[in-house]
């Protein structure tokens, strides 16, 4: 089903399994808008409460997701390459909305906010859902409905404590790059703050240090493509830098108490059995 498109809407109520189990899901971006819903995951900062609008922004390959069986809500799904063409900068800010948590990014909408992403979501459905779809016009108003999540998400930013906000500067810097740097100094470096203030400030945030924060994003990347890629777990291993396929099973094994091989199966018949799910950390 999914084969063959760039984008798919739906009401949360109406999302067949056809959508939920189909291969070609895993190339997409999703936007889950819960409204007027429990959150799916514990608020972190004051200002949230447990029931409200809640945005999930959550990137394509992702090791698990969400469950939202019987949720009110909405479903934006979306290919990179529906927005390709578009400015660099645009889509590096939506690539960082999505994937600052590794997993899945998320935010909660005032009544202001969810009134105005209303307003342009409604406006998208309804393009969408007419017989012939005018891709020029969906993709500009899913553009805008993006640009809205931005500013939402630098609005959330300046609600944040210092800390939070280097807690912040420091995932995003991870996320650019844990493939090839793998000490706390260089983020620290690139913060402008030393190595022992860095892992106070994570420790304190997120109880962990900067080298655990690195291995646990490495873990993640590992069981993406364990999951979704076709490559064996030698090929995997060398993919994340790790020349030794004992190195990274030994690797693997300290952070995850199962081989890369059993963490495979398991996760392989894990998502063959279940639907709505890929697999649960």
């Known amino acids: 089903m999914l084969s063959d498109k760039v984008l798919y809407i ?16 895993k190339e997409f971006y999703e936007i889950v808008w819960l409204i007027n819903e429990e ?21 394509p390959y992702r090791v698990h997701q969400l469950n939202k069986a019987g949720k009110k809500g909405v479903l ?21 909305i999505f994937n600052v948590q590794g ?18 979501y409604n406006l998208m459905h309804e393009e ?30 300046t609600l944040q404590d210092i800390n939070e906000k280097r807690v912040y500067e420091f995932m995003m810097l991870l996320e650019l790059n844990y493939h090839e740097e793998r000490t706390a100094a260089f983020y620290a470096d690139k913060m402008n ?43 995997i291993g060398f993919n994340l830098g790790f020349k030794d396929r004992s190195y990274f099973s030994r690797f693997f094994k300290g952070h995850t108490n199962q081989t890369p091989q059993e963490f495979q199966n398991q996760a392989k018949n894990y998502v063959q059995q279940h639907d709505n799910t890929l697999y649960p950390e």
């Not at 959150?39 to 990137?59: E, M, R, S």
């Not at 934006?76 to 960082?96: N, P």
């Open 39 to 59: 959150a799916l995951h514990t608020p972190q900062h004051d200002f949230q409460t447990l029931i409200g609008n809640w945005i999930y922004l959550i990137p």
């Open 10 to 25: 739906r009401d949360l109520a109406d999302c067949p399994p056809s959508y939920l189990d189909d291969p070609g899901r």
């Open 193 to 235: 703050i030393s190595a022992k203030r860095l892992n106070q400030i994570l420790k304190e945030k997120l109880s962990k240090t900067g080298m655990q924060l690195i291995h646990d994003r490495l873990v993640l990347e590992a069981k993406r493509q364990m999951i979704h890629s076709e490559n064996t777990i030698k090929e």
């Open 128 to 157: 969408y859902a007419k017989e012939e779809i005018n891709l020029i016009i969906v993709k500009a108003l899913l553009k805008v409905f993006l640009l809205k999540l931005i500013q939402l998400k630098e609005q959330h930013f």
């Open 76 to 96: 934006i799904s979306f290919k990179h390459e529906l927005l390709e063409d578009d400015l660099k900068e645009f889509l590096l800010d939506v690539f960082r």
């Open 103 to 120: 997993e899945f990014s998320c935010l909660q909408l005032n009544e202001e906010s969810a009134r105005s992403l209303q307003a342009v």
